[in-house]
């Protein structure tokens, strides 16, 4: 069974980082690439970047370029996010997600439970 | 303001029919066929409904169904249950190697 299963909830202060990890079971991690997403509160969903499991090449989205970190371990077969200089507006739950295969990156077959990062001022 | 446009909600009796409708540009709905529709439940990380624009993973139900035509692409719930009511979002990769979300759709089952 397919499993990405992340860290748990994190409470912040503005200006402070977070790391958020998601751990595969049950695939080949090299066979597929892993995107983020995030939620913000009663909101809808706001693509944020991907990562090439195999080559480590990265696109992020211009609203958090400059501040997003996405590194995999394929010793473990984890996925983490890193985003700097948080804000309020940076409170929403996290959710990665793999794609369907390698280089299909606009279908995200099997996601993750999420994990809330709260920001406070 | 999302980068994919869709109606903020769709509403159906049980056993009608409903379509999403979702907009974008050339620059990604109309230019690939590269879009995906995911339903979320509350509380809940979203599924995949459709990829490809007409595709139903393995297993899925065909009441889903998907098509495309210029920028605009579409979700059909034909049937409609109970445990459809969900947002539906749909998605396109865009030509600036980025995806792009939709709104969502609330849909509700009268």
């Known amino acids: 069974q397919v499993q990405l299963v992340q860290s748990r909830s994190e409470a912040k202060e503005a200006g402070a980082s977070v790391r958020v990890s998601c751990q595969t079971s049950?695939?080949?991690?090299?066979?597929?690439?892993i995107t983020w997403v995030r939620q913000a509160p009663g909101q809808g969903l706001e693509w944020m970047g991907w990562?090439?499991?195999?080559?480590?090449?990265?696109e992020y989205a211009q609203k958090v370029q400059g501040r997003v970190t996405m590194t995999t371990d394929t010793s473990t077969n984890t996925a983490y996010m890193d985003l700097r200089s948080l804000t309020f507006d940076d409170t929403a739950v996290y959710i990665c997600?793999?794609?369907?295969?390698?280089?299909?990156?606009?279908?995200?077959?099997?996601w993750g439970q999420g994990t809330m990062v709260t920001v406070s001022s | 303001q999302s980068a994919l446009t869709q109606p903020a909600s769709v509403s159906g009796a049980p056993g009608q029919s409903i379509t999403i409708f979702c907009t974008g540009t050339?620059?990604?709905?109309?230019?690939?066929?590269?879009v995906s529709w995911y339903q979320q439940h509350p509380g809940r990380a979203p599924k995949l409904m459709i990829f490809?624009?007409?595709n139903r993973p393995s297993g899925l139900s065909n009441r889903f169904s998907g098509s495309k035509s210029g920028n605009t692409a579409s979700l059909t719930i034909s049937g409609l249950q109970a445990d459809d009511e969900a947002d539906y979002y749909c998605?396109?990769?865009?030509?600036?190697?980025?995806?792009?979300f939709g709104g969502g759709t609330k849909v509700t089952v009268l």
């Open positions: 997600a793999r794609s369907f295969s390698s280089g299909r990156l606009d279908v995200l077959d099997i």
């Open positions: 049950g695939m080949t991690f090299l066979n597929h690439d």
């Open positions: 990562i090439g499991t195999i080559s480590g090449k990265t």
């Open positions: 050339s620059s990604d709905v109309g230019g690939s066929d590269y």
């Open positions: 490809g624009v007409y």
């Open positions: 998605s396109s990769y865009t030509s600036a190697k980025s995806l792009a």
